[in-house]
């Protein structure tokens, strides 16, 4: 049984889902994205897991989302040695300082939670109780205890933060906060007997039931709301979710701490004392964590949910699926009233003793599904984008909370669209009595997950079933308590402070991989999510026959407010009968997969930061760094003027006596020859030391230039050509036309667009156009193969359009407030000038010349 932060949301954003009210969530559209009235919160399971990976800490062990992978920990031993005496412990002041304000907020909750228990007490010695006394102990169990041992934290702790210095010491007291952990453990073992406790008196009493249904906690001290109305069974959580905040905060501390320091030793053993604990209390809660009975009297549990898109009757529908112990259930939202609690509507469910995998080649092609035009999807970011950068300004200015909720609700209508139709990794399940289901997902991450959870409950003892309608209800009812995926992934679900992701170039070094139990063909791949789903950005070559692969390959992706890194290790495979009908292609063994958070504070550094993922035993080394937008867009011109990189392109043209450069061309004519063919070409990131060895190999016109070609992966020519484009002095289509190609894409008359575009192509050097005329082309001949290569018109404008108009100076960014901004505005319309002349009928150099005589004669 997987801990419930490790199948749904990370432990601690999970929790603070449950209970925050976002406006607009999953609960507000049924599976078709139909609006629906919200309802309010209900509570969690009735046993919660608590988390004991530190998942906030992202340089720290986590476990990848159900499959029970680990990402190894980085040890505080190993980071402490390098840490920046002055950084490291500015960081822990930080650290520190957050952890008081939270600390802050728990001793309030407790006290909240303290508040009605004297009067209850007074009024159980009465003729009229609300209580007795044993209920009464029962609820708040050791509350008052909890209560003083944070207090006297809170109060030793606060000074030593306040008077800051950069020798201060406070192990000790994380040291005997650890120490006094045995007071959790009685309030654990004691939590679902509280709960039910507190459920049956609020049913039987009134007085208690308005009691528990708004107890107010006091607000931090500089805030401006005074008290907020919470229940108590929302209040009885706090103690569990705050065990494992106390731990992550010890990791993220050690991090920050010298090894020579006073604290180091302390801190060290309060989170040995605290991961012991948390390691023993999930132990006792695991055959405890039960979810619904069966008639047999059986415990059924759940395992995993999620929303994933289902393709029914033809069309995409988002559905939210729950996987029990022994069954899987596909269910939806019901539309509701106001003021009525939400239910889920059961679709349809397999007991997981009928539900069998067909293999890639027995499984029927799918039934046809609509796809989305790439240009639509791409439309649908721009105004995700646009809408996010409203609702900053209008925040900015203090704006009317309206005006902000219906951006917001904009902004969800089009993040819900984006969120339906860009999956199309296919995902099929049948019943043995026949029926088959089809979901689509944005990622094979995805895909292996919900696989693998599922066999591993298959290898247990299953029996067949059939449910009653009575059965079925109960089982639909408690999905809505049960459930750990609160919200779609959606960025307007969000909180305002949480992270937007970052924008830029993530560099990554795949370097080995251990752990592998017999010789394979191996390879790996790389994701990021972007807009609430995962794409595939990079794969390495495959390593073939070996138990240790060294691919020491380095990558440069393109971040899109991006959080998360996976790497998905593959054994490659030959076999031309394993094809997939869902999507033509060859199914490759996945061996092992993990996911780390890239966290800004860590990534935004000039140095590699090496680490390595654990996946199944598998171990898989890596090194990544960051470059933000601002700084990889700049376009700096080369020093020496006799290569080719960062060299005009009227200067090469002219010193080789070509119209095309030599470089174009050639890495042109080897894409045509061997990778027209290669799936997302110009997409896939090739191998940048590769890349770097064709660079200099052109800037000094080697002799070997072609046996090289030849030889080199073709993922990598294909950088190589987008490189030369990128480090032009200036754009190829020239700083001094863009502002009127931004303001020529954006006239709305098709004469006048028209007109405008071809008299912008005419305004061109002639090596800038002859050169722009030949790229088009070629890309237009890979388009051609989109069948096969899944590279679009637009997909290739996507990838193109900045490297061939960004400009080398943006000249003022102070009407933007963020690289988020920069992408959606800049970049979104250099995407469009190049789409709109990939998708013209063929323009001829001649025949634009010939309009440049007539138009001349004309004026």
Known sequence: ME????????????????????????????????????????????????????????????????????????????LAPGVEAGKGLEMRKLVLSGFLASEEIYINQLEALLLPMKPLKATATTSQPVLTIQQIETIFYKIQDIYEIH?????????????????????????????????????????????????????????????????????????????????????????????????????????????DHPDYP????????????????????????????????????????????????????????????????????????????????????????????????????????????????????????????????????????????????????????????????????????????????????????????????????????????????????SCFKLRTVHNIPVTSNKDDDESPGLYGFLHVIVHSAKGFKQSAHLYCTLEVDSFGYFVSKAKTRVFRDTTEPKWDEEFEIELEGSQSLRILCYEKCYDKTKVNKDNNEIVDKIMGKGQIQLDPQTVETKNWHTDVIEMNGIKVEFSMKFTSRDMSLKRTPSKKQTGVFGVKISVVTKRERSKVPYIVRQCVEEVEKRGIEEVGIYRISGVATDIQALKAVFDANNKDILLMLSDMDINAIAGTLKLYFRELPEPLLTDRLYP??????????????????????????????????????????????EPINKMSLHNLATVFGPTLLRPSEVESKAHLTSAADIWSHDVMAQVQVLLYYLQHPPISFAELKRNTLYFSTDV
């Open 266 to 477: 302390l801190l060290q053993d309060a989170l040995r004392i605290s991961q012991n604990f948390l390691s023993s209390i999930n132990e006792d809660i695991d055959p405890r964590r039960t979810a619904v009975t069966t008639p047999k009297g059986e415990t059924r549990q759940l395992v995993k949910d999620g929303f994933l898109v289902e393709v029914s009757e033809s069309s995409r529908k988002l559905r939210h699926v729950f996987l029990f112990t022994d069954v899987l259930l596909c269910a939806k939202l019901k539309k509701t009233s106001a003021g009525k609690h939400q239910q889920y509507d059961c679709k349809w469910y397999i007991p997981l003793a009928d539900l069998v995998f067909p293999s890639p080649e027995e499984s029927e092609a799918s039934p046809q599904v609509h796809p989305f035009p790439d240009h639509e999807l791409e439309d649908m970011k721009m105004k995700i984008s646009t809408f996010k950068s409203e609702i900053q300004k209008e925040k900015a200015n203090k704006g009317q909370s309206r005006a902000i909720e219906r951006l917001k609700k904009k902004m969800f209508e089009n993040e819900f669209l984006l969120l339906l139709n860009s999956p199309t990794i296919p995902f099929r399940i049948h019943n043995r009595n026949g029926k088959s289901y089809l979901f689509l997902l944005s990622s094979d991450y995805e895909r292996s997950e919900w696989r693998e959870a599922i066999q591993k409950l298959q290898k247990k003892d299953l029996q067949a079933f059939v449910l009653s309608s009575v059965e079925l209800q109960v089982l639909t009812g």
């Open 740 to 785: 009127a190609f931004m303001e020529g894409i954006a006239l709305s008359d098709p004469a006048a667009k028209e007109n405008c575009m071809m008299h912008l192509l005419r305004s061109l050097p002639d090596p800038n156009l002859i050169t722009f005329l030949f790229l088009l082309e070629h890309l237009k001949r890979v388009a051609e193969k």
């Open 3 to 78: 801990p419930l932060s490790h199948r749904g949301l990370p432990r601690l954003s999970w929790i603070d889902t449950l209970y925050s009210n976002f406006s607009y969530g999953a609960d507000d559209y049924d599976g078709e994205g139909n609006e629906e009235q919200k309802g309010p919160p209900e509570g969690s399971e009735t046993m919660p897991y608590i988390d004991e990976s530190p998942t906030m800490s992202p340089q720290l062990s986590a476990r990848s989302q159900s499959s029970g992978d680990r990402i190894s920990p980085t040890p505080p031993e190993g």
């Open 151 to 259: 207090k006297e934290f809170y109060d030793n702790l606060c000074p030593k933060v306040q008077q800051w210095d950069s020798q201060v010491t406070m192990g000790h007291l994380f040291q005997k906060l650890a120490s006094q952990l045995g007071v959790y453990k009685a309030f654990v073992d004691n939590y679902k007997v509280a709960l039910e406790t507190a459920e049956k008196c609020s049913q039987s009493n009134n007085q208690f039931q308005k009691i528990s249904e708004e107890l107010k906690v006091k607000g931090p001290k500089d805030s401006k709301d005074s008290h907020t109305s919470v229940t108590m069974e929302a209040l009885l959580y706090k103690p569990i979710d705050r065990v494992t905040r106390s731990t992550l905060v010890l990791h993220d501390l050690l991090k920050h701490t010298p090894v």
